[in-house]
């Protein structure tokens, strides 16, 4: 048991690196511009969040606040405003991770799923619900449930009784709709990719020959019909055309959300599988029938007596899952620095302090993103045509075929008229 309880004291020191990266990261949303942070509404809640939590480890460092009145009684927040004052902390992050990882995925399942941009009404939304949930969680916890120091070191967190309502369902409720929506969201990306390939590989044919005929068919298909004709057995042509091209470009769509979302996504998928088995244990060592029994077996022989020695293995198995728990919290704000950090902050960072007059008086940074872009703005329009003209190509042209604007004039529809004989 003492050593116990020392590696729940180390725990504010593991915590320590956590909060100095959370304001960090926060302070770098606020000063430095958008486009050098990516910052969002939705990391600047969670990042909060978790640093609430790492602050619920880290205050007690420099104090040693009395944890018991007597043999079995804890200090709880009536007795002690630090212990008030930790176990909000405490469930300010909690709270706060599990409804801020939530409001991300739903965020993400909108966009990839429904294809909308969720806007200034889900904002408003999403402040709403990630700022007042925690609120009157503490509230209802204060005042029906209370704190105390448990099983947690020198961090009190909240009672056992109607903790369960009041706090406990709450964020086993958000961490497993979380879960299980960016599971879906996850399924719904793959079975789009499974069916982009699957429609592209029925399309292809097996060999060179036919590929041409096809190939042939479909240019022929085409120009039929810019030029207002209609093609016996044509449409079936275009129609594969278009789903291919169809799958493809809804493909490139969800590939560009998900690759510029997935750390975020990732870190709150993290954050509710963390959190499950720490909150199911919390919520059965009261009603534990084996914890029940080694509690009675010291309450009558003693701590340290030799007849309550096989019934201490449930409280060591106990003290292995809250030790888990407790230190995957402490280093959650490490986790948020890594998936949420963008090269492009760390570098204006660097900027900053090389030469601060030029940075911050006359806003200029350094153009790591922007490097591979090209500096003339005339070869880039060309390259962005180049680029929207082969994009166009592979959705509306097949073979030797392509499509005529819609505007064309007579002599152009002639010419695709004698490509079509050529065809022929």
């Known amino acids: 048991m003492p050593d116990f309880l020392r590696h729940l004291d180390n725990l504010g020191y593991v915590a320590i690196p956590s909060v100095i990266l959370c304001i960090f990261l926060v302070v770098s949303w606020i000063v430095l511009p958008r486009s050098r942070t990516k910052r969002h509404y939705l990391h600047l809640g969670l990042v909060s969040s978790v640093g609430f939590l790492s602050l619920s480890f880290v205050l007690p460092i420099s104090t040693n606040p009395k944890q018991c009145l007597d043999y079995i009684t804890p200090v709880d927040n009536k007795n002690s405003k630090f212990c008030a004052i930790t176990g909000a902390f405490f469930v300010l992050g909690c709270s706060g991770i599990g409804a ?3 409001l991300r995925v739903l965020w993400l399942h ?9 806007g200034k009404a889900f904002m408003f939304f999403a402040l709403s619900f990630g700022i007042l949930l925690p609120a009157i969680l503490l509230a209802v916890a204060f005042s029906v449930s209370g704190f105390s120091y448990r099983t947690s070191g020198k961090m009190c967190i909240i009672n056992h009784e109607y903790s369960f309502p009041v706090f406990w369902a709450w964020t086993i409720t958000l961490a497993v709709s979380s879960f299980l929506l960016q599971a879906f969201t996850s399924g719904y990306c793959l079975l789009v990719f499974l069916r982009g390939q699957r429609t592209i590989g029925n399309y292809d044919t097996s060999s060179i020959s036919n ?7 479909i240019g022929r298909a085409s120009m039929m019909a810019v ?28 590939k560009a959300v998900v690759s510029s979302q997935w750390r975020v996504a990732s870190l709150s998928v993290a954050f509710a599988g963390q959190s499950a088995p720490f909150v199911v244990h919390f919520i059965k060592s009261r009603t534990h029938s084996k914890t029940e029994k080694l509690t009675a077996c010291f309450l009558k022989y003693g701590m340290d007596d030799q007849r309550c020695l096989d019934q201490k293995a449930v409280l060591a198995a ?10 995957i919290a402490a280093i959650a704000g490490i986790e948020c620095f890594i998936l949420t950090t963008r090269t492009s902050t760390l570098t204006t960072w660097y900027y900053i302090f090389k030469d601060p007059t030029k940075t911050l008086r006359h806003g200029q940074y350094p153009d790591t993103e922007d490097t591979r872009k090209p500096s003339n703005p005339e070869s880039a329009a060309l390259s962005q045509r180049d680029s929207r003209r082969r994009s166009m190509d592979d959705i509306l042209t097949i073979g030797r075929g392509r499509r005529a604007p819609r505007n064309s004039s007579p002599a152009t529809r002639l010419k695709l008229s004698n490509q079509l004989a050529e065809i022929e």
């Open 100 to 102: 801020w990882s939530f």
């Open 110 to 118: 909108l966009k990839v799923y429904w294809f909308h941009t969720p």
């Open 211 to 217: 590929t041409e005929i096809r190939r042939k068919r």
């Open 227 to 254: 030029l207002g004709l209609q093609v016996r057995g044509s449409a079936h042509l275009q129609t594969d055309a278009l789903n291919t091209s169809a799958f493809r470009q809804r493909w490139n769509q969800i």
């Open 318 to 327: 106990a003290q292995t899952t809250i030790m888990a728990g407790l230190t």
